[in-house]
């Protein structure tokens, strides 16, 4: 596996002061030992790759996948979701509704 930390860019507006030095190299060093774990184990990260996010390794979930899941987890909040919050309602309502659009433009997957 690739280190995405690697090609990393990090963008101040002055020089680290030796402190902050020290707090990026322990951020860095903490976000690689997580990223190389989940790379044994097998699971996947999301990373931030050419501007977006982007999932690295494991077992990759299809973008169909990933959308059946989000849609899963938010029609099990709207589920317990009272009647009273009406701009949360609204709000998962409408991811939900984004959710099929994308769904519906995605090609067929084949059948195995």
């Excluded at 979930?61 to 029609?75: C, F, G, H, N, P």
């Excluded at 099990?76 to 519906?104: G, Q, V």
Aim: aromatic letters at 2%; hydrophobic letters at 40%.
């Amino acid at each position: 596996m690739t280190d995405p930390l690697a090609t990393t860019t990090v963008t101040t507006t002055g020089p680290l002061s030796a402190e902050g030095q020290r707090t990026l190299a322990a951020l860095q060093t903490a976000a690689t030992e997580v990223l190389d774990r989940k790379h044994r184990l097998g699971h996947y990260a999301v990373i931030w790759q050419d501007g977006k996010p982007t999932l690295s390794g494991g077992d990759r979930l299809s973008e169909r996948q990933w959308l059946l899941a989000d849609k899963t987890a938010l029609e099990r909040l709207l589920a317990h979701t009272p009647e009273k919050a009406r701009l949360t309602r609204m709000s998962t309502l409408a991811r939900l509704k984004h959710i099929d659009a994308m769904l519906a433009q995605l090609p067929a997957e084949p059948q195995t």
